[in-house]
């Protein structure tokens, strides 16, 4: 090993509180230690180290006793992995729970701990909240198919409100009571409303708003009980990439996504489902929001649980819709390429527009969206989804 080499590893050592964890292939395969760090463990600190995930977990907040340590859960997804590259650019310590069920170890910063276990683990949950003293959890794991929720409802069921209910649990046993949670507009189910608020009515047409909606209330029955602070959001339809994050895409069925699957010509033409829709085109509005607008009020929002802030339910969408129509224009204005589509019957439950009220948004945090304007959603999606 060259002395420069060695040098950037001490340096780096120290500054992440005196471990780092070096990962060979894909695994976790080196703990690196100061020298400090080595003699403090070894003499026994308050939970001594006994595999390298550990020894990296108790290394890296004691020499930074200030920094704020957050746990996400759902840290290797797509929302998740850019929440915890927002994070440890603002000196966040961050913990990842992930089971990798959809998300990718390649998607967590290295600079966050990622813990590979399952929300369900309610011994995994006790022991990390016993490790760690977390100023508040971002809570984004879950699964979110719409379709699938329909085939397997019980799955929804169990991973996304009785999941759910495990984490509040743990958390209100170690004393940590403040929560950020990613919920959906698809607890709002065909609503007609436009723009929809969030007192607009909850009717959620697949058991993935349900189980979402079953998540929201008990949130706001820990809060309303036991001494818990939370944010709920209700994202809109997340898109766009920070390129500079290099987070990888999860899922595959959006709209954005498949447009660019029939610009690389992996398919033919673009299935568009309903053009006789009360629209000015015919075509379905969605509200399409870049992922920086979503996971950047997140931020926001935990400075204010820290103070008068106790529970809020808040859209994070534009107020904007775009057509389907539109968003293919859009891409084959921003790509320059012509984009076929065709046209299919309409599906079930799906509503003419869909927008959201987002002036709590501004309100109460204080957020104004820079990210969505439809050229940066294209132009970044287009540059992460080209090579993969
Ligand atoms: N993507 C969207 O358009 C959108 C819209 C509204 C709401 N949301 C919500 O945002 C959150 C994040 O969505 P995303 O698009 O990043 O999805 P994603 O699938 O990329 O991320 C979810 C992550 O949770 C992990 N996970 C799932 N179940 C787990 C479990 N039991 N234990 C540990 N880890 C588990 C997955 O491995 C994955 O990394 C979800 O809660 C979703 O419901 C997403």
Redesign the pocket.
């Known amino acids: 090993m060259d002395n420069l080499y060695l040098l950037e590893l001490i340096n780096e050592t120290r500054q992440r509180g005196g471990g780092i964890l070096l990962n060979y292939e894909d695994k976790p395969s080196v703990v690196v230690l100061t020298v400090e760090k080595y003699n403090s463990l070894l003499n026994g600190q308050p939970h001594q180290a006994e595999d390298s995930q550990a020894a990296i977990m108790s290394s890296f907040g004691q020499a930074a006793a200030e920094a704020r340590r957050v746990l996400v859960?759902?840290?290797?997804?797509?929302?998740?992995?850019?929440l915890v590259s927002e994070l440890v650019k603002r000196n966040f310590e961050v913990v990842v729970?992930?089971?990798?069920?959809?998300?990718?170890r390649e998607?967590i910063d290295p600079r966050a701990v990622f813990v590979e276990?399952?929300?369900?683990?309610e011994n995994l949950l006790r022991d990390l909240f016993a490790q760690n003293r977390f100023e508040a959890v971002f809570?984004?794991?879950?699964?979110?198919e719409v379709e699938e929720s329909v085939r397997e409802p019980e799955k929804y069921l169990e991973?996304?409100a009785i999941?759910t209910q495990k984490l509040l649990a743990a958390m209100n046993e170690a004393g940590v009571k403040k929560i950020i949670?990613?919920?959906?507009?698809?607890v709002y189910g065909g609503s007609n409303e436009v723009p929809i608020a969030e007192t607009s009515h909850l009717r959620p047409n697949n058991p993935?708003g349900s189980s979402?909606l079953l998540a929201e209330r008990l949130i706001k029955y820990y809060c309303e009980n036991l001494g818990f602070k939370a944010v709920v959001?209700?994202?809109?339809?997340?898109?766009g990439f920070d390129v500079q994050a290099r987070i990888l895409?999860?899922?595959q069925s959006?709209l954005i996504f498949n447009v660019m699957a029939v610009v690389k010509g992996e398919r033919q033409a673009l299935q568009v489902f309903g053009n006789d829709y009360p629209t000015f085109d015919g075509t379905c509005i969605r509200d399409y929001v870049h992922?920086l607008d979503?996971v950047l009020p997140h931020i926001s929002a935990l400075d204010k649980l820290a103070g008068d802030l106790n529970f809020e339910i808040i859209n994070i969408g534009t107020g904007k819709g775009y057509s389907v129509a539109q968003i293919i224009n859009g891409a084959s204005e921003v790509l320059n390429k012509i984009i076929p589509m065709e046209i299919a019957p309409r599906r079930q439950g799906d509503a003419a527009v869909t927008v959201a009220d987002n002036s709590k948004l501004k309100k109460l945090l204080g957020y104004e969206l820079s990210h969505s304007g439809l050229p940066e959603i294209l132009a970044s999606s287009w540059e992460v989804l080209k090579n993969y």
């Open positions: 859960t759902g840290g290797a997804g797509y929302i998740g992995g850019h729970l992930d089971n990798l069920s959809t998300g990718r998607n276990g399952d929300l369900s683990d809570h984004m794991a879950a699964c979110l991973n996304n999941n949670f990613s919920s959906t507009a698809a993935y979402k959001f209700r994202y809109f339809n997340a898109c895409p999860t899922h959006h992922v979503i």
